[in-house]
């Protein structure tokens, strides 16, 4: 009688998927779509704006924008687990306070023309010769309080570790190999026209995301950064800053 030898089975290497596991999974999902959200309406205002709408008609698609990636990550609340983790330490917090005042001296100063890719007209909120404070007061709401929980989230949370472990909830953010943080750095700092800029700011964050292994720490200093930004640009009306 021949006998007849089961097919044997390599085991699956660390971290790859199996065939049953989806390409991103619902965790990844909640990280991607508010980001995704949040570029859309960019790319809606830079259309409408070659349709011929005049940029001062397209200050109020901004809240819609910030309210609509606010609407997402709470619906998303319960796939952040890293945000449910307890708050950083008050010596990590003032870390990264630092840290995001240091990200905002070097923002405003690496301006250069070979800095910069593209233009920005900014966020200019002088209506009929008046600053409209409500706008105002939206804009540093959402780029210091929406903008900074929604990208720490895609760009550190899941991207960079993503890159590392398509299971990337099993990544220690202190492990992240040397390729994941360049990738994700890069990718980061050409999602702005200060892409120099973009880069020094993605390297700060990652650093106090692997220090601090809590994603708290880059989501306050980039809060910082934003909200002191916002107060600069109000300040010297530098609104191509914003």
Same mark, same amino acid.
């Given at each position: 009688? #021949?006998?007849?030898? $089961?097919?044997?089975?390599?085991?699956?290497?660390?971290?790859?998927?199996?065939?049953? !596991?989806?390409?991103?999974?619902?965790?990844?999902?909640?990280?991607?779509?508010?980001?995704? #959200?949040?570029?859309?309406?960019?790319?809606?205002?830079?259309?409408?704006?070659?349709?011929?709408?005049?940029?001062?008609?397209?200050?109020?698609?901004?809240?819609?924008?910030?309210?609509?990636?606010?609407?997402?990550?709470?619906?998303? +609340?319960?796939?952040?687990? =890293?945000?449910?983790?307890?708050?950083?330490?008050?010596?990590?917090?003032?870390?990264?306070?630092?840290?995001?005042?240091?990200?905002?001296?070097?923002?405003?100063?690496?301006?250069?023309?070979?800095?910069?890719?593209?233009?920005?007209?900014?966020?200019?909120?002088?209506? $009929?010769?008046?600053?409209?404070?409500?706008?105002?007061?939206?804009?540093?709401?959402?780029?210091?309080?929406?903008?900074?929980?929604?990208?720490?989230?895609?760009?550190?949370?899941?991207?960079?570790?993503?890159? =590392?472990?398509?299971?990337?909830?099993?990544?220690?953010?202190?492990?992240?190999?040397?390729?994941?943080?360049?990738?994700?750095?890069?990718?980061?700092?050409?999602?702005?026209?200060?892409?120099?800029?973009?880069?020094?700011?993605?390297?700060?964050? !990652?650093?106090?995301?692997?220090?601090?292994?809590?994603?708290?720490?880059?989501?306050?200093?980039?809060?910082? #950064?934003?909200?002191?930004?916002?107060? +600069?640009?109000?300040?010297?009306?530098?609104?191509?800053?914003?």
């Amino acid at each position: 009688m #021949t006998e007849h030898n $089961e097919p044997r089975i390599a085991p699956s290497a660390p971290g790859a998927l199996s065939v049953d !596991t989806p390409f991103l999974s619902r965790a990844a999902w909640a990280r991607i779509l508010p980001f995704g #959200t949040y570029i859309f309406f960019i790319v809606l205002g830079d259309m409408l704006e070659r349709a011929g709408m005049a940029r001062a008609e397209l200050r109020w698609l901004y809240p819609v924008q910030a309210g609509a990636v606010l609407v997402l990550l709470a619906v998303f +609340w319960k796939q952040y687990e =890293e945000l449910r983790a307890a708050f950083i330490s008050l010596k990590q917090a003032a870390l990264a306070v630092a840290v995001g005042v240091l990200v905002l001296v070097l923002w405003i100063n690496l301006d250069l023309p070979w800095m910069v890719v593209g233009s920005s007209a900014g966020y200019n909120p002088i209506t $009929e010769g008046e600053i409209d404070w409500l706008l105002v007061a939206i804009r540093i709401a959402g780029a210091a309080l929406v903008v900074p929980v929604m990208e720490e989230l895609f760009w550190r949370s899941f991207l960079m570790r993503w890159i =590392e472990e398509a299971d990337f909830q099993r990544v220690d953010p202190a492990r992240v190999g040397l390729k994941a943080i360049l990738i994700s750095v890069v990718l980061f700092g050409f999602e702005h026209n200060l892409w120099l800029a973009g880069i020094v700011a993605g390297i700060a964050y !990652t650093l106090l995301y692997m220090r601090h292994r809590n994603v708290w720490s880059p989501i306050l200093a980039h809060a910082v #950064t934003n909200g002191l930004l916002g107060i +600069w640009v109000v300040s010297t009306g530098n609104w191509a800053f914003w």
